[in-house]
Nanobody, 122 residues
Framework: VQLVESGGGLVQAGGSLRLSCAAS????????IGWFRQAPGKEREGVSC????????YYADSVKGRFTISSDSAKNTVYLQMSSLKPEDTAVYYC????????????????WGQGTQVTVSS
């Protein structure tokens, strides 16, 4: 199993970024692919999740209306479109795979990517 994130960077408040999570080594459509983030000194939190098989999705309240998750089965890739970014969105963003429904429990995500840094300046 491999998960590789990309697309992070530095953006001004109000701007947008699109993160990608390229997955391999497991049945993509049957697994929940979650995005998590961890800011310095804070616990890792679930941001969004998608399970392709039944279009099951989840968004944390803090990102509803601003972030959109989608997936491309042909590319085994999940995207997180982030808009109206705020400084409090600054964190390392991780994608993870779990044989569960969204949002699932943290311990159900058994494989993790290396993370990508998102920094939002004010």
């Amino acid at each position: 199993v491999q998960l590789v994130e990309s697309g992070g960077g530095l953006v001004q408040a109000g701007g947008s970024l699109r993160l990608s999570c390229a997955a391999s080594g497991f049945p993509f459509d049957d697994y929940a692919i979650g995005w998590f983030r961890q800011a310095p000194g804070k616990e890792r939190e679930g941001v969004s999740c998608i399970r392709r098989r039944d279009d099951n999705t989840y968004y944390a309240d803090s990102v509803k209306g601003r972030f959109t998750i989608s997936s491309d089965s042909a590319k085994n890739t999940v995207y997180l479109q982030m808009s109206s970014l705020k400084p409090e969105d600054t964190a390392v963003y991780y994608c993870a795979a779990g044989f569960t429904s969204c949002p699932g429990r943290y311990y159900e995500y058994h494989d993790w990517g290396q993370g990508t840094q998102v920094t939002v300046s004010s």
